[in-house]
């Protein structure tokens, strides 16, 4: 099987390879693709080594599947492209979520919509997914009527610049401004663009996307994103109505039998859900899970997953897993 890495010598594209190897697809032709000053140059994966190469010769060599983490121009541009010479794309970027007709997939929800046609397929934003994942067995038990979201970011959800600028500044070193603000000792409100209406792009997509992945428009969302000095992953703490009834004791069984989800909600032992904790790991944790007194049929819950696995690699290998198990392309492995 032909397999191009869009992006791979990026935070997620790393990633990527990394739990590539851990699945087990290792006995594949890789197509390692980055910008032009990355071409030719060699990375590692499964102990062989490979030369980067261009856009254009990844199309000309015909890949089965294509997994793009270069952001949104890039997927616009590229990804169509990569469609016609014959590939299936898996999607990282933000360039195809809001499509009517591109499949939005986090495979613990949905990914059984996902069919032999479906050749361009979105990964979801990292913070959307791991609130899905926890979302989804809770929607489908009790219907929820409104979710209020409060996320805790790392700084790798803003790729290489971020992380530089928290190093750069906890040695107190003195370089060049990705954020606003200074983000070492500190937190800020603020992830992507400010919109007209006052929120933000990352704000928008955790209502829009929500939506989409549960199939369901009624759900009444809010959310503050805030960026915060922590590499390990992103942490949410959500607040959840629901239409139905629940029991409490209900809700942690339901959470811990679902795939996916590692449940970590023993308080009197200080046991919680942290991003140092969900580093590295390819599961959503979930804890400080309680009922909220000041309204019916409400529940609060704290919600940590690794933003780079997860939240980006992980899920769309899980993807391309599944394509393959389930042959949607004729690839052979």
């Not at 495979?107 to 979801?124: M, S």
């Not at 904790?277 to 944790?285: H, I, L």
Request: charged share 25%; net charge neutral; proline share 5%.
């Amino acid at each position: 099987m032909k397999l191009a890495v869009v992006g791979a010598t990026g935070l997620v594209g790393k990633e990527i390879l990394d739990v590539l190897e851990e699945f087990g697809f290792t006995d594949i032709e890789l197509l390692p693709v980055a910008s032009e000053k990355s071409i030719g140059k060699e990375i590692e994966f499964a102990n062989r080594r490979y030369k980067i190469i261009s856009m254009e010769e990844a199309i000309l060599k015909k890949p089965d599947l294509a997994i793009f983490s270069a952001g949104a121009k890039t997927s616009l541009e590229y990804a169509p492209r990569f469609v016609e010479a014959g590939a299936t794309v898996i999607d990282n970027s933000s360039a195809w979520r809001k499509e009517k007709n591109i499949p939005l997939i986090v495979p613990e929800v949905n990914i059984r919509i996902l069919t032999k046609r479906d050749k361009l397929i979105a990964n979801p934003n990292c913070s959307t997914i791991q609130l899905v994942v926890a979302l989804a067995p809770l929607h489908e038990r009790y219907r929820i009527k409104r979710v209020v979201i409060s996320t805790y970011q790392s700084v790798t959800g803003s790729g290489a610049y971020g992380v530089k600028q928290l190093k750069d500044e906890q040695q107190g070193i003195d370089s060049e401004k990705f954020y606003p603000h200074r983000i070492h000792e500190n937190l800020f409100p603020h992830g992507g663009n400010f919109q007209d209406d006052g929120y933000t792009t990352e704000e928008q997509k955790l209502v829009n996307e929500t939506r989409k992945i549960l199939d369901d428009n009624s759900i009444q969302l809010t959310a503050t994103v805030v960026r915060a000095p922590v590499l390990g992953g992103h942490s949410e703490a959500v607040n959840v109505e629901f239409w139905n009834e629940y029991d409490i004791n209900d809700v942690k069984n339901l959470l811990k039998e679902s795939q996916g989800i590692i449940v970590q909600d023993a308080p009197e032992k200080n046991i919680y859900p942290t991003p140092i904790g969900a580093k590295g790991k390819n599961e959503v944790f979930i804890g400080r899970i309680r009922p909220d007194f000041s309204q019916p049929n409400s529940l609060n819950f704290w919600v940590v997953s690794d933003n780079l696995r997860k939240g980006a690699a992980t899920n769309a290998v899980q993807i391309m897993q599944y394509i393959l198990q389930n042959r949607l392309i004729d690839a052979t492995m």
